[in-house]
């Protein structure tokens, strides 16, 4: 099953992938082999390939999530090599090419590890929990209405920057999962940070840091310590200095709100 | 729960608990280096005048008392925040590779921290304790009698194994501030590109600076009287 590129050499690979057959299952670590694989490949391919490799001999295919498959949406995940999202920095698993790994190597892939992010089936974690942080305050409650003109509201471009590189987090959980406390400060930071920046999400600056922080502690995420594998891994790039934000956002409301 | 409360028990209250503290004692390292520094007087009267002064003076006696509670916050925190952050990941990772995405020293802080603390137990044992509780040998300076703590330090400092206990904590406390320094003001909020850079470069030179002074102490005199 070469690519289209005749250059390219087809791989044989040995897998170590989490079987787990539910939440409560204990799961372990099962060995295959994977044959002609092309280097073009996505990661996930790879998967695709040895999934129908196990149905057409009547076992379980492995579970994984995935969707747009084009590093947008933040669906796929994977724990791969000791590394979230691969080896390549600033990548989400779909968007990582087999070509980065070399004929014969081992890999060994396991779902992201947290208690807040219970394994579903396999590789598959339920990531809900980061969507009730968000729901906790994660939003503007202004009136849509219709589209307003360009430039109505002034935003120095560099604030608008800054709002804009938080916002591109896709929600994906590698901070979480590659952090060794299992923290989920990173994710939390660029969602507070995004909207704190941005005159629309003043109204409920304060409350909102103060609500998504209670959650992120009631989900039962652990505490940063500053040691920066999210900012690392974080396949958009979601920088540390939003963690900073998070914490000066925190400190202020909690010494100024009106919230008891 | 009251809204302080609330505060100081979410993630973030605790660790802006372990960062303020952390800094004070960074104050206090700074003091208690610069203070130390009369031990290379050779004569010893310096050094027991200033010990008679730190074990007397009662602005330092009020100050011990906030010390104690700075320690005591900052290790009793850090280690609520350390065992909810164990209880994070159950399961751990078959295959890890931790050291392509961050700092030894930043991972280990937990580990770092218990063996400045166990040397913290001993030296506070054999000077804190023997200079306040225990009975030294009195010596005249300038017609006055002080306590010869001079000679208590300078003897301990000649054992082989107290030389390498205190070099062991200092290498500990080196680590511990390479990562903690910078870490503290990240946790403050304090994350500016302007002066980002400044604190974490001072922060490398604190860490190196600071224990490398107080490790010169005990290697002073034992290279002086033992060695040579």
Wanted: charged share 20%.
């Amino acid at each position: 099953m070469a690519g289209n590129n005749p250059n390219s050499k087809p791989m044989n690979l040995t897998l170590k992938v989490w079987r787990q057959k539910n939440t409560k299952a204990t799961g372990r670590l099962e060995t295959y082999q994977v044959k002609d694989i092309s280097p073009e490949m996505s990661f996930l391919e790879m998967l695709d390939v040895l999934n129908e490799d196990l149905l057409r001999s009547g076992q379980d295919p492995i579970a994984f999530d995935h969707d747009c498959r084009e590093g947008i949406c933040g669906m796929c995940s994977l724990y791969i090599n000791g590394r979230a999202h691969g080896p390549e920095r600033g990548t989400t698993t779909c968007q990582l090419h087999m070509r980065k790994f070399a004929d014969g190597d081992t890999i060994t892939i396991e779902p992201w590890r947290a208690t807040p992010f219970p394994i579903l089936k396999d590789l598959a974690v339920d990531r809900s929990a980061l969507d009730r942080i968000q729901q906790a305050g994660g939003y503007i409650s202004v009136n849509t209405g219709g589209v307003p003109d360009a430039n109505e509201i002034p935003i120095p471009k560099s604030i608008a920057d800054k709002a804009f590189d938080a916002a591109t987090c896709i929600q994906c959980g590698a901070c979480v999962a590659a952090c060794k406390n299992g923290s989920a400060m990173l994710f939390t930071s660029a969602k507070v940070s995004q909207l704190a920046m941005l005159p629309q999400g003043k109204v409920e600056r304060k409350t909102r840091v103060e609500n998504m922080v209670a959650q992120m502690d009631i989900e039962g995420f652990g505490s940063c310590t500053n040691i920066g594998s999210c900012a690392a891994e974080c396949p958009v790039g979601i920088s540390l200095e939003n963690i900073a934000m998070l914490n000066r956002e925190f400190i202020s409301a909690k010494l100024t709100s009106e919230n008891l | 729960m009251s809204w302080f409360t609330k505060t100081f028990t979410s993630t973030i209250g605790r660790k802006v608990l372990v960062s303020v503290t952390g800094l004070f004692l960074c104050s206090f390292l700074v003091v208690h280096l610069v203070g130390n520094l009369q031990l290379f007087n050779e004569t010893g009267d310096a050094f027991n005048i200033y010990s008679h002064f730190m074990a007397t003076n009662p602005i330092i006696r009020t100050m011990e008392i906030v010390l104690v509670l700075g320690f005591g916050f900052h290790i009793y925190e850090a280690l609520v925040l350390t065992r909810r952050n164990q209880n994070v990941r159950k399961v751990d990772y078959a295959y890890n590779r931790p050291e392509d995405n961050s700092n030894w020293s930043s991972r280990n802080m937990g580990l770092l921290g218990t063996v400045i603390l166990v040397f913290l137990i001993i030296h506070l044992y054999n000077f804190f304790w023997r200079a306040r509780f225990g009975e030294p040998n009195l010596i005249p300076i300038e017609g006055t009698e002080y306590d010869d703590l001079y000679s208590v330090v300078v003897q301990s400092f000649h054992l082989w194994w107290y030389v390498l206990i205190y070099v062991l904590g200092q290498i500990a406390l080196g680590f511990h501030l390479y990562h903690g320094f910078q870490s503290a003001f990240q946790t403050l909020g304090l994350n500016h590109k302007k002066y980002t850079p400044f604190i974490q470069k001072f922060g490398a030179f604190f860490s190196i600076v600071v224990p490398a002074g107080f490790a010169s102490m005990p290697l002073y005199f034992f290279i002086k009287d033992v060695v040579l």
